[in-house]
């Protein structure tokens, strides 16, 4: 039997969001063969973000049912007709280790064409938030043991010894990250911050400005115990917990005498939480800068106080999402990454049929990074 015939008569298994709300579903769909241009990836691995609760509890507008997942690392099984290389022109083949980028723009609409902005693309498509089953093909989310990833996609080759479970620790957070303090606000050599969040995109944030040549970068997050295993893989320098605070007023102090008393050069809220924003306001020195990264899906409204941003004249400055781009900036800073810091002590691995059970301690701050494996 041939690759491509093996390939039509196989099958994968995924997890759908059928409805919003409702618990998720583990199926098994045909494997059909690569699109021209495109390839079929072994899905070793997919990440769940804390935005897949929102996804899953209907917080954003999207289609289903789907497949979720849209970060991931697997092996290309089979190539589509054409000529593969990944985004830094490596030339690819089966059996490559890779990663790819979740979304796919346009390149045709004001963001992408005039503005530069790829990342505002208005007809973006994103594996695992937007692909619908009925669109074709049902394989077009990272919660399963194979992907269809089309023509366009930006791939890269994972670094051969590359721990995949590292590589998976910040997988989303990373890229995300590299196009906030890479393109929005870079962090400056000798500058003191504060990273509002323990998740992995706070603790993506704090090793980045680590590895920028911080002077000292404090995290205020929750919970403890995610603080403790942060401090443990060596990210930040001072760890302060606020969601187990009976006085977060208190701690927000100490927050600012641990960077110099006057508040931090830059802030980066990580969080997700609305009323962050208003306590991170107050973090940063007069002059200093304040980086949006968590408020990626509407959790609400929330009450901040905008004398503080004319006051302490600061920079506010918004971020959003990543390109193929950053993946490839991530990924090759793996090997500095994973030199310093433990990431892959940060992951919690579950099987595919444990979906339900790596959504629940995502949800409950009680690991800092779930990984679902095939």
């Not at 041939?2 to 769909?29: C, N």
């Not at 390149?107 to 693309?121: A, I, S």
Request: charged share 15%; proline share 7%; with cysteine.
């Amino acid at each position: 039997m041939t690759a491509r015939a093996a390939t039509a008569a196989a099958t994968g298994r995924a997890v759908v969001l059928e409805e919003f709300g409702k618990p998720l579903s583990l199926r098994t769909f045909p494997l059909p063969g690569p699109p021209a241009g495109g390839m079929v990836v072994a899905c070793g691995y997919g990440g769940v973000c804390g935005t897949d609760l929102h996804l899953c509890q209907g917080h954003l507008d999207i289609p289903v049912p789907l497949v979720l997942g849209h970060e991931g690392l697997g092996v290309v099984r089979e190539l589509g007709a054409g000529t593969h290389r990944d985004a830094a022109g490596t030339p690819l083949t089966a059996g490559d280790t890779v990663m790819w980028a979740s979304s796919i723009s346009c390149g045709v609409c004001p963001p992408c064409r005039l503005h530069r902005e790829p990342t505002l693309c208005e007809r973006r498509r994103t594996y695992g938030v937007n692909r619908a089953l009925a669109d074709g093909p049902e394989l077009s989310g990272a919660w399963a043991d194979h992907i269809v990833l089309q023509p366009g996609t930006a791939v890269i080759k994972v670094p051969d010894g590359t721990d995949p479970l590292a590589a998976m620790s910040l997988a989303c957070a990373g890229p995300t990250v590299a196009h906030a303090l890479h393109e929005r606000r870079p962090v400056r050599l000798g500058e003191t911050v504060v990273v509002q969040g323990s998740g992995p995109v706070g603790l993506a944030a704090a090793a980045f400005a680590q590895l920028a040549g911080a002077a000292k970068v404090v995290i205020v997050g929750g919970p403890a115990g995610r603080l403790e295993r942060a401090a443990e893989a060596g990210i930040g320098d001072v760890h302060l917990d606020i969601a187990g605070a009976d006085d977060p007023a208190e701690v927000l102090r100490r927050a600012r005498a641990a960077v110099g008393g006057d508040g931090a050069d830059l802030v980066i809220e990580c969080a997700g939480v609305p009323a962050a924003v208003g306590q991170g306001l107050g973090l940063a020195r007069r002059g200093g800068s304040y980086l949006v990264i968590g408020q990626y899906t509407d959790a609400g409204d929330t009450t901040l106080n905008p004398h503080q941003i004319v006051h302490r004249q600061l920079d506010v400055v918004g971020s959003w999402a990543f390109t193929g781009a950053h993946l490839v900036e991530y990924v090759r800073l793996l090997p500095a990454l994973t030199g310093r810091f433990g990431l892959a002590d940060l992951v919690t691995p579950f099987p595919l049929e444990r979906h339900a059970d790596a959504l629940d301690v995502v949800a409950d701050g009680s690991v800092i990074k779930a990984v679902l494996t095939s």
